[in-house]
């Protein structure tokens, strides 16, 4: 294990963007550079063999997910990369600090799985909000076009990339992977049926790759440092370094790049300092509000793809967010659930009914309507709503964090029927 | 009509897409930017000149949130209510908000100075509770400094 | 084939197909909302959900949508599950968060899909306690109502709408469980397939506004199997009657034809027979006035005029039956049986006969799976409407080869749809003037018919040298059409188009000789439409290149009527020929067949036949200026009162049955029949039913020979029972009829069906021809077609109904020869052709509100440059005279006609017996 932090540690404590100049003097467009020279083969391989799994919060691993991609004479063409910069996960809020960091970062990343799958054509799909994030990517795109970094023959070689920000118009459901394909075609954002998956049949029908921001910057280190660099990083057998953040009422909300691995106890005392004084801890969300919630018995566990799915949750985007002794677990859930139904594309019905079912008798216990009775038939939407029962990983997503809080919260719901109210007003 | 500014911006968008209904969410955003929100009128200009149906374009107009079909104020204010800075406070914030303003959460103010929407998460829960005035973020608030805030906005 | 196991038991399935798909032809009651036979799998409701097992030994399972799951060799699942049950039963539930409980008053109660699955499912009893969302309906227009809170969110209307059916006017609004279906602002919807709806919402969201002006329940009404009168295609229908009114059209499901859809001129056409206009009694007309006559009387005084007669001359009719036209024919001699039409039209159709004897033709389903196809000619969305439906789904084709290469199965439908994009197989439209195809053809060409048979003939020539008529190298330019290049190219996604038409005939030739030599199922259309034998001619010639070339090749041919081809086949001859024989013959009396004379040929030359008879008898359903000058007029019964022979455009011989049995109304044979055996004629009283008809039909002509086998003759009975008309839940008959007597009537005798007027009868499933409703256990909605297929939209149990009279060729037929000379416009004057209207260009259809009310208004249009040559602008008054009468109309400019040409819209009263194409001038008129 080294404690390098690779993505970070070039990003100006102004908190100003690395031009591109100054990005090269750090050792940017290295990897890429690397990259071309090796073909895309050897650059998937050894994505691959890193065991780099993706950071936009399903954790399937990165070079596997390339293989699919057809390549050569006979492929289908264009082919598409598309870095995934819709975050919008409650509670999450890394790859921002990406873009409006290290834009160039980006960039490379994007170029290196280019090439990996033979992509002629990249976009940056951006949710629209993060207007300082547009801002630098379009600079730095405009500076990687000028020089020749981007366009035909990028680095004097023989191949050409394109590459596009494309400004998002809002939803969440533009994050998933094919929303986000029918959202840049200028359609609803409606999931798309897999398989086919869109390495086969993507954006426009071509072959495409979606990965997430934080996915993408790690790259061009692993061409630049190789593979054994890479896993080195880790605590884990998930390679690299994880973007880790914690928001709530700790004393130190922040974003912090930490090896992969690094408890929940350690993220939580000493990067984030522990909670703030007059609170108590009471649960986390690990990784986004489509996570289930850990309690105090958590806290030694790896934060890693595997051992988070170990104890009941998923590590999903890494940034947790934390529930006190002074907030209602109840209200924290309906709020949850307020979003989730909000964001329903309304393409499945489980989604689009269970979700609003769910978020109406979570408010009807705030406001002391609710019965042990609802209990059970909030146990039943979460049921109702499990994978492989809706269309996307919505909904499923959705019904983690309330399942859990039943689970370790069941006696607060119980308070809110015994006292007609909520007990946190 | 769109205006000629209107239809090179969009034309630009164009040329990243193989197809021109492709380009309907950044021409929806062109048009919007300048025009403030997206009428009826919007709408039919933006669809025929993409080549695209009036109803192709208001089912996907109406799916996004950060397009606007009906007016809004010269300044609008993206209120985050999701998790985090429900946490930190955005109960209070909502309360002063809408009792400065005199609105409800998706109204305008009488004056026509402010819309106020709820907006999901900012994607800054580290300085919860946040909220966006056109395109300024704003972080780590109060419902004092949420108000000060405000004053900037004319 | 492949092997499922379905709860433990093994089956034969496709596996070809998805698992919903399989249960279903297995006779599973299998729950489903967003799946349509027809629209294929989303999986969007979840309705379908069944367990599947990796393996014997895996007892934990996971829930599948059967819908979204290959049929694939040795899968095991089970509906019964219940984990699944529980499943299914939430979906409903779910959906019942917002559907109000207003079934009782809504208009799809007893035969709503949602209403079937909710039994199906168990779900009974309501959890959700919270307030429904509620929406604003909108105006559709005359056809379809719209009830937005009994949505369910299944996406099926849109995607029939806008992805099956091509309209643009219609999608979904919104988001989350607030998702809209309907139009952008409230408007008439502008597809002419907008009636499906009906049928494809599974709830009461879109309703038949028509049936909402008569509403009764599905239940309550009796039905017959019947056949569309309102053109030449024969779409299969299902007309609903109560108190002797008809209530509505349904579709009735063919494999071959219509599939699951009609056009709504189909649909909603059919309030003419219920017209104020009806003629319900005998009427006589003496010293101009008209009075009822009891109908002994009547028959006498016909008989009377027909024994005083020294000749009797017989009009058939193309929209009447070829038992009616059959016995006129018999009645009146081969020599006096004539055609409303003129010897142009019957010239064509006995063009389009011997083409069809001589070529092999398509049927709707195989221009369906057309993978390239050529239309000559024909502006098919207004003049055969259903097949424009089919001509959308064959550009599919060529895409579902390169969708077929990525394994993505066919039924997986918005997988193919996004990997195949804007892609759309080579459809060419060659028409005179612009169509509603034209946004997913490869090309367009436009220009006078000449012209249009120009193009065929060269297209026949590059496929193959020895066909006749002009080289291809000797055609180039064009002078007067246009190729007008379409957006999406056959290949190269959405490429810009090219700007200026690259107007190179001949390149265009060679475009289209090579797009249907290259396909695997290649297809010619083209039709009477634009009135031309040469483009008929040419249009068979493509054909035959092909064939000659090893191709499968087949032809569609449109034509006018429900009954064009049959009346052609019982050799009528045309009507100049029967106004010869009236002038030259004092004392003629003359029969007029379900025709009115005045919209079949020029005014003038009616006016001087009318006058020229001694005697007129007309047959008819409404009151016509025929009928007005009548002596004697005779309560004809129309499609939904009577049996009998339609012969389709592709010379299918289908029988369609009676719904109504009004008192006084009798088919026009019968009428005949009557005044006949009153002349004297006692031969005719052998003639007891239809079946008596048809026999001697077959013997008098052995082209017809099959027309018995269309349906089971009236003797055919199940198990010793008749075919119910009426559901098992028929209600009132008691009652019905108490303002009368009390004691319950007798139900009407039927000697020409097995079909009874009654709920009683064989419970069990009729042979193909005979089914009167699509209704099973469990299954009160249309979706019970399900039940009625030998496979999920295969051909019905026992094969589509009706009987092919033409036998495809061994081989390719003969060239013709004779292709046209260049259209030469002319300088001061236009060749004015015929433009249709799918609402406003039929007789019958436009005699009902709904489709009277959206058929356009009189208008003479050409092309920009000519009215601004000629120094007229849009809306002025303009005149054209054309066989002696004159014709004025508000100018219309439309940019898409040719050099030369102008057009106006044929059926519109107001040019009603023109006779075109014609040259004429256009002058304004103050
Ligand atoms: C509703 C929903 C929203 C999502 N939003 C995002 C997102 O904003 N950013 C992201 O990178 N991935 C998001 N994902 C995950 C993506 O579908 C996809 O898995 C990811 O972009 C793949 O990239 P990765 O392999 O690099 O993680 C979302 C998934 C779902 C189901
Ligand atoms: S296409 Fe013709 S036959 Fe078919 S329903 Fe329409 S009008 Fe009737
Ligand atoms: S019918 Fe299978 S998901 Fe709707």
Redesign the pocket.
Known sequence: MTSERPLTKDMKADGEALTLKEYERAGGYQGIRKALRMGPKDITDQVTKSSLRGRGGAGFPTGSKWSFVPLGKDAPHPKYLIANADEMEPGTFKDRLLMEGNPHQLLEGMMVASRAIEADVAFVFLRGEYVLSAQRLQRAIAEAYAAGYLGEKIFGSEVGLELHLHLSAGRYMCGEETGLLNALEGKRANPRTKPPYPQISGLFGKPTIVQNVETLANLPHIINNGVEWFKKLSYSADGGSKLYGASGKVKRPGLWELPMGTTIGELLHEHAGGMRDGVEFRGLLPGGASTDFLTEEHLDVKMDFTEVQKVGSRMGTGTMIILDDQTCPVGMVWNLEDFFAQESCGWCTPCWSGLRWAERILWAFEQGHGSEADLEKLEWICKFCAPGNTFCALAPGAVEPLQSALKYFRDDFLRHVREKQCPWR | MLSSEERGEIEAEMLKYPNKQAACIDALKIVQRRRGWISDESIREIAEFLGISTDELDGVATFYNLIYRKPVGRHVILLCNSVSCWIMGYNRLRKRLCERLEIQLGETTADGRFTLLPIVCLGTCDHAPALMVDDDLHRDLSPDSAEQILERYR | MATIYVDGKPHQVDAQQNLLHACLTLGFNLPYFCWHPALGSVGACRQCAVKQFRSPEDKHGRLVMACMTPASEGAQISIADPEAVAFRKGIIEGMMENHPHDCPVCDEGGECHLQDMTVMTGHDYRRYEFPKRTFRNQYLGPFVNHEMNRCIQCYRCVRFYREYAGGQDFNVFGIRNLAYFGRHEDGVLESEFAGNLDEVCPTGVFTDATHKHHYTRKWDMQFAPS?????????N?SPGERYGMLRRIVNRYHGD??GYF??????Y?YEFVNSEQRIRQPQIRSNGQIQPVPKQQAIEEGGRFIASATTVIGIGSSRASLESNFALRMAVGANHFFAGASTQELQLLHLTLEILRTTPVASLRDVEDSDAVLVLGEDVSNY????ALSLRQSVRQQPFAMTDKLKIPRWLDHAVREAAQEHKGPLFMATVAATRLDDVATDTYRGAPDEIARLGYAVARTLDPEAAGLRATTASGSLAGQIVRAVRAVTGLGKPPSGAPDADFETMAQRIAQALNGAERPLVISGLGCRSGPVLKAAANVVRALQRNGKPARIALAVPE?NSLGLAMLGAKPFEEALAVAREHSGTTAIMLENDLYRQAPGSDVDVFLRSANHLIALDHLQNRTTATAELTFPAATFAESDGTLV?NEGRAQRFFQALTPQEIQESWRWLRDIFVAAGRREFSAWKTLDDVIQSLVSEFPDLAQVAEAAPAASFRMAGEKIPRQPHRYSGRTAMLANINVSEPKPPDDPDSSLSYSMEGNPDQPPAALIPFAWAGGWNSYQAWNKFQEEIAGPLRGGNPGVRLFQPPAQAGEYFQDAPKRFQPREGEWLVVPLYH?FGS?EL?ILSPGVKQLSPKPYIAMNDEHAKGAGLQAEDMVELAIGGASYRAALQIRPDLPVGIAGVPVGVDLFAGIQLPAWSKIERVS
Request: hydrophobic letters at 30%; aromatic letters at 0%.
């Open positions: 056949i569309c009168v309102h053109c030449g295609l024969g779409c229908i034809i219509n009609l056009c709504d001129r189909g649909r056409g055969a409407p259903r097949m429900c389709n799918v039929e259809s």
